[in-house]
Structures are given as C-alpha cells and as structure tokens.
C-alpha cells in the first residue's frame, strides 16, 4: 500500500484542502457509539459523483482500500467506521442532489447526501402529494444509505430497498454499472419497474461492497386522504402470544391500509417518555422491578404497547377502524384512535387539568404529534431520545448526533416468525440475558410483513466507563449467540459482526465471495463489509 503517492494524485484531483490525513480522520470520523476504534488512513470529501471513478482506480493503482459513506449517521452499527483498520473513508456527504422527479408516478432519483430532511422539504416546497420514507434516524440520515442497509419504516412502503427502482455505481475497476433498461435506451422505464429484464443484479449492491453507488431511484408512496395511528396495550403480558396471532391477522387482512404495526415494552416507552431514574439505580445495575412498575404507572404505560398506522380515503379507514375494534379488543386494552384534531382537542382540554397532570399529558400528546408526523412522511427525531435515556436528556430542539454527543448504543436487531411461541420465545430470551448483564431491556417487534417481524433491541450503556462497554459487547454476543440457536438471526450487524455472519462457508456466502473477488480482486472497497 503506497499511500503517500494515493494521497498526492487525490489531492491533485479534488483539492488538498479535501484530502485529510489519519490522524484528521479519526478525530472527526472516529466516533462511534458502539465504542469501536479503527485506524483511519484519511477521508476524501467528494463534491462531484465523476471524481469516484477516477479515484477508485488511483486506490488500485495503490491498493489502498476505500470505504465509502453516505451521511455516516449509522448509529448502532459502527456510525461511519468501516469493518476493519487502515481504510480510506470515501465521505459522499455532499453529493446530495436530488437528481429527477416524476410528479406524476412520485418516482425519485437521489445521491447519497441526500438526506431524509432534505427530501420532505423538496416534497413540501413543490406541494408534491408524496411521502418520505421515514425512520428512527432523523431528519439527517440518508435516503440511499438507509436504502442499501435494507431500512424499514411503518410508512405504506415499509421495505425501503423493495422501493428501490433503480441504481447506478462505479465498480472497483472504474467501470460504470446502470440497471438493466437504462443500457437499452429506457431509463425512464428503468425507473418505474423495479426487476428490469435478465437477471436481477442491483441487490449485490445492497449490504455490498462491489462497487460505490451514485446515485439511486425509489418509489414514493403517494399521500393518502387520511392518515392515522391507533395506539393501544396490553395489561396482561402472559397474553402477549394472543396479541402476536391479532396482530398478524390485522395485517394479512388489510394490506396497504395498514401501514405497520409496532409492539413496544414498557421500557422501550419510557425510555422515549420519561428520565431515567439514575439516582435511585445502584450503580451497574438495572431498573427494579419496584420502580418500573412505579415509572409505569406514573407515566401510563403498560407491559406492552402497539403503534399501528392506517392510510387510505375517509370511507375505507372508517371501516378498518371499525374491523380493529372488533380484532383487537378481546386482547388489547386502550385502543385509541389518534389524529391531529384529536390531538388539538386533547391539548385544549389539558388546561384545565392541574399542573402536575397537565405536565403528563402535554408530554404524551407531544410525543403523539411527533409519532403521527413521522408516519406521514415528515421526519423527525421522536425516536432518538431513547439513546440519550442512560446518559441525560439532549439539549431540546438540537439536531441530535448520539455518536458526537458520546452515547453508548449497539442495535441487536433480528427477524422473529410472527407466530405466537417463536415471540414469546424470543421475548423470554432477551429478558433473561439482558437480566443476566444486568442491563435494561428495551425492546421493540416491528412488523415487516404479515408473517415476520423484525425486533429492534437498542443495548444502553456507559461509553465512557470500559467495564460497561465490555459488559454490552458480552450481552450483544449473547444475544447473536443464543438467537441463532433458537433460530432469531439479524436482518443487519454491525461492523464487529460481519465477519460472524460467513464464518460458516455456507454455499451462500461462497458465492458471494467469489462474486466480490471477481468484481474486487484487489479487496479496495469496504473490505470486510459483511464478508
């Protein structure tokens, strides 16, 4: 590896003053909340897409390997560290055009820098009747990046990479790659159909590392009449299996009208509602049982909570809402349907109330509005709080970065069948462990189709404290450990996971290495990405 001679002929094509040198690097890009380090060769701070070609094939010339990011706010999973040492950060931050609309089938087209935020003011400015795709990550987070990760929301289109239309990227070799019907003369048709012709090849790119991608087309779900969440719990937690079976067959029954559903545990609610009670925790220990229940009730919250959203015209929401009442309540309790006049009348009516119950209810009604924006398609940061939860409160109205702010968060995020026993399994599994570590159990099942979920369990901890980062390392490989034996695998790791995933030399992960080395034979970009 020369990387002098790299750094100079990047400097020559981009500009000194976007070439930064290791130790820069790893002050600005080495944060992590996973509590990971890497050694960073440098960044290249890119502000024109034709400068990737020509840098890929500078890093052969030299073979320093590259490891390209979009917004670098992939909190949980490393941020914006690459799987192993000594790469050269590939920051695409700033290429961050929207490159084409279609108003008329809300087909878009974007570069990596392009941001959540930046997208639903684009829709908003133009009166564009579409939606954003949302997520936890806040207005910050990259569509394209989301995408390739394999994000979800609970919006209509729930899959975010199952919208993707269309990609093109520069492969190792400099080369150009474009979806299928782009090369015939059609891209606008490239753009409205997503399999193409021949076999299907964008999906190496998602969770890959055969090429930098430049620019990429999804599908927008247009803006319905009506948009709802319903809300409800669940007060008997041995009764979660039955709610599981509800669940399911509110999906199966109403697709497209229901959006998605999420079931939350109380800590997971508390954790987005109210402070953690640091001075009543012994030190390196979890929140008792006591003050849960006490948290619990203080702040109204059950054992488990849902959030469902409904999209679709006035008459055929009213008639799904009716259905819901009649699936969900022999289960569930405080089936609420939520809208903004709703909100607005509650608002009015909590002036009335005494301060201290006031207090409560604006809080909630708050969090409410937010949750109910987020799945319209306006992003925001509802979410984020729940990384801070351990550490204190954010600064209100600051745009939130846990990885700057010194968070300590590592997602442990696998698929779970949606059938009664493998849930109740699952749930029974991750309190034991996290108990066993002595950590608190959030814990979120989001469901991703009427026969799967994926859980989302964000593991706390004290950044700044090693025996506490080594304490949620040894839980998160616990949890990896004991869900593949029961069967509960990740949908998506983090970077101190990938090379777990192939250890096994299963055919599957054969050929995508020999895809990778025929694409890649010199291993320049994001080497040790999920391989």
Known sequence: MNLNCAFEEWAILIGQDRVLNGKLAELNYGRCTTGENRRLSGVLKLLKPEDIAPIIKTAVKHQVPLYPISTGH???????????????????SELNRIIDFDAETGVVTVEPGVTQGQLADFLDQGEYPYMTPTTGAGKAASILGNALERGYGITPYTDHFGAVMAIHAVLPDGSFYRSALT???GEQLDRSFKWGVGPYIDGIF??????????????????????????????????????VSRVRDVIARYPGVVGGINLMNAHRVLAMTTTYPRERVVPGEAISLEILQELMQKNMVLPWMGLGTLYGSKRVVNAVKQELKLMLSPVADRLLFVTDERIQILTRLGKFLPNTLRSRLTCK??????????????PNQTALPLCYWLKGKPQQDAMLDPARDGCGLIWYAPLIPMKQASVVSYVQMVYDIMAKYRLEPLMTLTSLSARCFDSTVPILFDLN????????ESCYWELMEKGKEYGFLPYRVGI??????SENNSSYWQTVRKIKRSLDPSMIISPGRYI
């Open 365 to 378: 009604l708050e969090m409410l509005e937010r949750s109910l924006q987020l799945i319209s398609g306006y």
């Open 465 to 472: 404290s090693e025996p506490e980062r080594r304490k949620a």
């Open 496 to 501: 101190q996971a990938m090379s777990w995933l």
């Open 206 to 243: 998602s969770q890959g590392s055969v090429g930098v991608v430049t620019q990429m087309t999804i599908a927008l779900a247009r803006r319905p009449e009506v948009v709802q969440s319903f809300l409800f719990g669940l007060k008997q937690p041995e009764k979660l299996g039955n709610l």
């Open 183 to 185: 090369d015939l003369g």
């Open 74 to 92: 992939n909190w949980g999973y490393g941020t914006a560290l690459p799987p192993v040492d000594n790469c050269v950060i590939l920051d695409l």
